[in-house]
């Protein structure tokens, strides 16, 4: 049994994140059994530590990264351990190669391989306004636990230091007219983000046409945060539903199937 670990929210379901939603979207498209533990984020490092998975990256000054999703996978019937990981597209060619009855989540062709692995990499960069982050984060922060507000707000400071110079996110301002002002900018990464998907609506909307991918659910799993953080009636959302011809609605339409699993 696959065990995916997670951090909780407030929002229903508890699953949230546009990262462990891309492994929970890959475990659901696959249809395989999974169990989530739910550890709140000071607890990320001590959890995976224990289950001898290592940092996703290192930081400038040394200081490891601990990041979920992770999974274990452990044989039922002989309780070995078949693998402990992170990182995101880790997770998915695991899934790939040790379940191979599955749908797949990377195709055939190396060529596709190479350009689903560079675009989820290099997503974040290509979604990335600091005031988007900003936006988001802080919309995180009043649905975390109390247990995870204090690294939550550090950790994403962090982030954010070279363009705020604050070291919590409660510390970084943002009043109601700033936030629409930055909304007016956030557009333009919607419609960088559409350039990079080869799929038009009519040919089929995924990333590489019309077969879904993992890229897929690296796009499916920022429009799900977003959504869910944000809120249905939110302004953010009402913005996002109204660009580039409501592709962003009908995108998230076609991953309902694999949305609905919060095991
Ligand atoms: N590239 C990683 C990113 C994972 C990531 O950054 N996860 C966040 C949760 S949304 C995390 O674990 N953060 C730990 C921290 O901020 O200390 C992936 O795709 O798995």
Known sequence: MITLFDVPSTVPGKAWSLNMWRARFSLNYKGLPYKTQWIEYPEIAPVLKSHNIGPTKYFPDGSPYYSVPAILDIDDKTGEIKAALAESYDIAKY???????????L?????QVKAVKEFSKEFINIIWLPSLYLILCKAVLAKLNPASHEHFSKARARDLHPFYGKDRLEEIPLSAEEEA??????????NALEKSIKGTDEKGQWFLGDQITFADFVIGGFLIWTRKILGEESEGWKYIKGWNDGRWVRFLDGLKEYSQRID
């Open 95 to 105: 899934l790939d190669d040790a379940y191979p009855d599955t749908p797949r989540l």
């Open 107 to 111: 195709p055939d062709d190396e060529t």
């Open 181 to 190: 002002e930055e909304w007016k900018k956030i557009e333009g990464c919607f």
